[in-house]
């Protein structure tokens, strides 16, 4: 169990459920995921602009 | 106007929070709502990007096709 | 394992939690109470309390009386 | 009555929270608001027990006096 | 510093005042110290119940 | 040490968490983000995202017009 490796960490049971919305997850948690999820559409986005540049450069050698 | 005013207040448009006065502070969404939120909205957006580059792709075999 | 009811034991220095689960997606990590359960709790809490004090404080007063005559007489 | 109800909706009376419907779900105090509100509950309570402790022990001596 | 003696733990910067509000304390926190409190003043509650029953038996043998 | 802006780097395994700040009463321990800064953390995310994405997609749609064109030429 994790409370071995670490006596400042707590165990707790699994939630059921029907736990989700009377328990929910800690705000730093969730601004962590948030922040690691918009970082990675942000990169998407970059790749589409790029490819967009590439693609044109391609399009105006090809005319 | 004072009903659509108190319309406004009921749905609590435009506001961070709402607050009922009963010692508790304002009351924000819980991080479950916005976990829920999110969920909702990601899949979406990210489809739309991931369309947008395959479609950028295709159309970059394309030119290499015709060089 | 069944959910903590109680506050646990804890090592000297550690501060109480309870209420706590882990949800599935490991993502999530633990999940606590809302403030709507904690509001409900402490006002719970608060009623209990506050009706206790309320049958306990006649009772002292009339002893206080009591006392007061006795110590009179 | 529909003025009252209206008000009572604005206000949020007997509620255990209030919705913006703004997809976010149920707004709810937030932990800061509810440590307040038991910071502002606790001392009240905490010296009324104690004052009636104090006084049963004045009585317990009076009385032990008395014997 | 914890997180030598616990690699899960996390550290983080001290809260400034206005922080207080804006961010808030685990929920689990809040229910353990509401309970902790609580446990106190049902002690004391018990306490009262009690020092009332002596005393009532003293004063019977003192009438 | 000043308040973490980007997800930091995590262990293997482990799930990324920002914004938190230690309480000086020990008893309250790591204060986070409350759920009116997240709604609005995510909502001006959201609306980032989708302005980008209303700006490409003109900009891919017209490529691939021009594309189809140089394609049937």
Same mark, same amino acid.
């Given at each position: 169990t994790r409370s071995e490796k670490c006596a400042t960490e707590k165990?707790?049971?699994?939630?059921?459920d029907d736990e989700w919305g009377p328990k929910c997850p800690s705000g730093c948690r969730i601004q962590g995921l948030?922040?690691?999820?918009?970082?990675?559409l942000l990169k998407k986005v970059?790749?589409?602009?790029?490819?967009l540049d590439q693609n044109r450069a391609k399009h105006r050698s090809a005319q | 106007f004072l009903l659509a005013s108190v319309q406004a207040q009921i749905r609590g448009d435009n506001l961070a929070s709402c607050s009922q006065?009963? =010692?508790? =502070?304002?009351?924000c969404p819980t991080t479950c709502g916005v976990a829920d939120y999110m969920f909702r909205y990601l899949p =979406?957006? /990210?489809t739309d990007l991931m369309d947008m580059e395959r479609s950028l792709?295709?159309?970059?075999n394309m030119t290499t096709d015709t060089e | 394992t069944t /959910?903590?009811?109680g506050p646990q034991e804890q090592e000297k220095g550690e501060q109480p939690e309870t209420g706590g689960c882990t949800h599935a997606m490991e993502e999530m990590g633990v999940l606590c109470p809302n403030g709507c359960e904690l509001k409900t709790m402490i006002q719970k809490q608060e009623k209990n309390v506050k009706t206790s004090i309320g049958e306990l404080r006649p009772?002292?007063?009339e002893l206080a009386r009591e006392s007061n005559n006795i110590f009179n007489y």
């Amino acid at each position: 169990t994790r409370s071995e490796k670490c006596a400042t960490e707590k165990e707790w049971p699994f939630c059921t459920d029907d736990e989700w919305g009377p328990k929910c997850p800690s705000g730093c948690r969730i601004q962590g995921l948030m922040e690691k999820y918009d970082h990675d559409l942000l990169k998407k986005v970059e790749k589409i602009r790029s490819l967009l540049d590439q693609n044109r450069a391609k399009h105006r050698s090809a005319q | 106007f004072l009903l659509a005013s108190v319309q406004a207040q009921i749905r609590g448009d435009n506001l961070a929070s709402c607050s009922q006065n009963d =010692g508790f =502070g304002k009351y924000c969404p819980t991080t479950c709502g916005v976990a829920d939120y999110m969920f909702r909205y990601l899949p =979406g957006v /990210t489809t739309d990007l991931m369309d947008m580059e395959r479609s950028l792709e295709i159309i970059a075999n394309m030119t290499t096709d015709t060089e | 394992t069944t /959910t903590v009811t109680g506050p646990q034991e804890q090592e000297k220095g550690e501060q109480p939690e309870t209420g706590g689960c882990t949800h599935a997606m490991e993502e999530m990590g633990v999940l606590c109470p809302n403030g709507c359960e904690l509001k409900t709790m402490i006002q719970k809490q608060e009623k209990n309390v506050k009706t206790s004090i309320g049958e306990l404080r006649p009772q002292v007063n009339e002893l206080a009386r009591e006392s007061n005559n006795i110590f009179n007489y």
